[in-house]
């Protein structure tokens, strides 16, 4: 069985400062993980993917995430927040020896607010 | 290409109800899920779907029923609805596994419900 945890339901920063959005999973396999962006009154967007190529994983807005499996972590990170980085953001997992046709297993999302 | 659709966008039933949610893929997928998202619960699956005519129970299916007759499509039912079901509900499909791992689900806008 999996399951995901994100730390904090809400993270504020400020326009041009870090963005941090902490993920732990656990996995009884090898996991894939995935981030996915909900913007308001959307559908998810897929952000970027770790599927055991490279632990440091880049995505689209330029988001990246590295998995740490000694810490069984994701977190996804980004230079400098931007205005229209304000978001749902959910980490998910998948379980990899299963082939992940049973679905994701979502965490419970952090809302990040940009502040001007 | 219109990717993953979803019919209808919003609903309001009356409690004893019953209506079914359409999802369509017109990207060949064979894999194809409903989730349900609410308040700080991130998504849970609710079913899913391995291929035509096959369907399989996900973390939260009680109250609801499904059918995949064609591949493109994949139904959602509620046969006698209730308030625990007010929710936003999201289809996804997705290619079958490859060689490199689970590939992105793609996500419909999703379909706002409300049980009265």
């Known amino acids: 069985a999996q399951s995901v945890t994100q730390l904090g339901s809400h993270v504020s920063v400020s326009e041009g400062a870090l963005v941090l959005l902490r993920c732990n999973y656990s996995?009884?396999?090898?996991?894939?993980l995935f981030w996915y962006v909900q913007y308001p009154n959307q559908g998810l967007q897929l952000l970027l993917k770790y599927t055991s190529a490279a632990t440091l994983v880049k995505g689209i807005n330029g988001f990246e995430a590295e998995f740490k499996k000694s810490e069984t972590s994701f977190h996804l990170t980004k230079p400098s927040a931007h205005m229209s980085d304000a978001a749902e953001y959910f980490c998910a997992v998948s379980a990899a020896s299963g082939g992940g046709a049973d679905g994701l297993t979502f965490g419970k999302g952090t809302h990040l607010i940009i502040q001007p | 290409n219109a990717g993953v659709t979803q019919t209808p966008k919003f609903r309001v039933l009356k409690t004893g109800q019953s209506m079914t949610l359409l999802c369509a893929q017109d990207m060949n997928h064979e894999y194809m899920y409903w989730y349900r998202q609410d308040p700080g619960m991130g998504l849970r699956l609710i079913h899913y779907s391995v291929g035509e005519g096959t369907t399989a129970k996900g973390e939260v299916p009680d109250g609801y029923n499904v059918s995949r007759l064609k591949k493109q499509n994949f139904l959602l039912g509620l046969e006698s609805a209730a308030p625990s079901q007010t929710s936003v509900y999201f289809c996804?499909?997705?290619?079958?596994?490859?060689?490199?791992?689970?590939?992105?689900?793609?996500f419909g806008p999703g379909t706002r419900l409300t049980v009265l």
């Open positions: 996995s009884s396999v090898p996991p894939y």
């Open positions: 996804a499909s997705r290619d079958a596994l490859g060689g490199g791992g689970p590939d992105t689900q793609y």
